[in-house]
């Protein structure tokens, strides 16, 4: 997660940089949409088999995902983290970010300053996730995972400001400020967790008085009262979100997926159980069709013991991982090795 982590802050922010674009061939769906849907692309290739792949998927359209956040009238707004963030003046999201990844990392938003932007350094803003449920890294909150990427840079990164934590409009973030001599980049980092999901802000700009007039801008995000970077665990009008509640004692019932190939893939999902122990929701975060099908049939037979807080049943979040699980990232000398 680390490795990943690292790679996809410094390509953006090159990207941001840069004057050209390479246009992508298709787009992100709609997330909202069940297990027939399919990228839908502007153009397709010709000469080409095309080949349907790994994609995340809903057992319904109501209920929101965390994929599902859009950019509209300068506001990126997601329902399901309770997220709503106001674009710095003349920013613009050009492209869509791609589908989750089988270790449940997202890439909520990439925005960069619009043509019209009057700045003489222009730089990006990444807002990304990454589910605790299925992280390649030890860390499971937001102040852990920023502290293991900063004890685990990379020599070609420095260490500008050791992580600590800030309030911005009124919530907590944990903050970590590091840069490359070399590429003549610097990047901020602003975390918290929402939902057993840590949440980033990162910018990436050669310019740091444009990166912090940007963090400055963020003092009109408004989230979850819940958001806390060594918490965040939902409740209230979400379900509260528990590791591994689909395990041991709490499984009164279950039907196990019968597929028709074999593949070799994790399939990451989330599910919410309703106060009587129901199945009520199922996000196949990456899977081929023909998985998502067959897992969404099997949990609708599931059933579990219902979940009590204060002697009151309520909904619970939680995640299972069908299939061989990645490798966790275990050791920080093997991350600069494949960096």
């Known amino acids: 997660m680390q490795t990943m982590f690292l790679r996809s802050v410094a390509l953006l922010g090159l990207w941001g940089l840069s004057t050209s674009v390479a246009t992508r ?5 709609q997330s909202d949409v069940g297990f027939s849907s399919s990228p839908v692309g502007k153009k397709l ?3 080409v088999v095309l080949v349907k792949g790994a994609w995340s998927s809903a ?5 929101p995902l965390p994929e599902g956040g859009k950019v509209a009238a300068d506001v990126y707004s997601n329902q399901y983290f309770g997220l709503t963030y106001t674009l710095p003046p003349d920013w613009t999201e050009k492209y869509s970010g791609p589908p989750p990844s089988d270790s449940g990392y997202y890439v909520l938003a990439q925005l960069r300053p619009a043509d019209t932007f009057k700045g003489t350094s222009r730089g990006t803003i990444l807002i990304a996730a990454q589910d605790s449920f299925f992280t390649l890294t030890p860390a499971k909150t937001a102040l852990e995972l920023t502290n293991y990427i900063r004890d685990t840079l990379n020599a070609d990164y420095k260490v500008e400001k050791p992580p600590m934590e800030v309030r911005i409009a009124n919530h907590s973030f944990v903050r970590f400020d590091y840069s490359s001599p070399v590429a ?17 802000f990162i910018i990436t700009s050669r310019d740091t008085k444009l990166e912090e007039t940007v963090i400055q801008g963020m003092n009109q995000i408004k989230l979850p009262t819940d958001a ?12 509260i979100c528990i590791q591994d509640y689909a395990s041991g004692e709490n499984v009164k019932e279950r039907v196990d997926p019968v597929f028709s190939e074999h593949r070799f893939n994790p399939v990451p999902v989330r599910i919410i159980i309703d106060k009587e122990g129901k199945v009520k929701h199922i996000h196949v975060l990456s899977a081929f069709p023909d ?9 609708s037979h599931w059933k ?15 995640g299972i991982m069908f299939g061989p699980a990645p490798r966790p990232t275990t050791s920080p000398s093997m991350n600069a090795a494949i960096q």
């Open 25 to 29: 061939a298709q787009e992100t769906p």
């Open 228 to 239: 806390n970077p060594k918490q965040g665990t939902g409740g209230g009008d979400v379900p």
């Open 184 to 200: 003549d980049l610097h990047w901020r980092v602003l975390a918290t967790q929402i939902r057993c999901h840590i949440v980033q």
């Open 304 to 318: 579990f013991k219902p979940y009590l807080r204060d002697g009151h049943p309520v909904e619970v979040e939680t």
């Open 45 to 47: 290739p010709t000469d």
């Open 59 to 63: 057992s319904d359209s109501v209920t």
């Open 291 to 299: 998985q998502a099908e067959a897992i969404s049939e099997a949990l």
